[in-house]
């Protein structure tokens, strides 16, 4: 039995068998579209894990460029102090 004897042995049936064919595909069709999140879920919690640690380095190069601007800060403060003592 091919499948377009299939479909229409249920056309043929009665609604509310019609309706049973209706709704076990569509528990089917809910349970793939689960199981497909549930994976898609799985691989994203797996590619967040370097994400953690690539935010770890970015807070470490900002605690860098902190250091810098503290040391530019100073630098320039002394640029401006012999400034001062050269006028």
């Known amino acids: 039995m091919n499948l377009l004897d299939h479909i229409e042995n249920i056309r043929q049936k009665p609604e509310h068998i019609r309706m049973r064919y209706v709704w076990a595909f569509v528990a089917i069709s809910m349970a793939f579209v689960f199981i497909i999140w ?5 691989t994203e919690q797996k590619e967040k894990a370097p994400i ?4 770890v380095f970015n807070s470490e190069a900002v605690t860098g460029f902190k250091d810098q601007k503290e040391n530019l800060k ?9 400034i001062k003592e050269q006028k």
């Open 38 to 42: 549930f994976f898609s879920i799985k």
């Open 52 to 55: 953690i640690s690539e935010e």
């Open 74 to 82: 100073s630098a320039v403060e002394g640029v401006r102090s012999v």
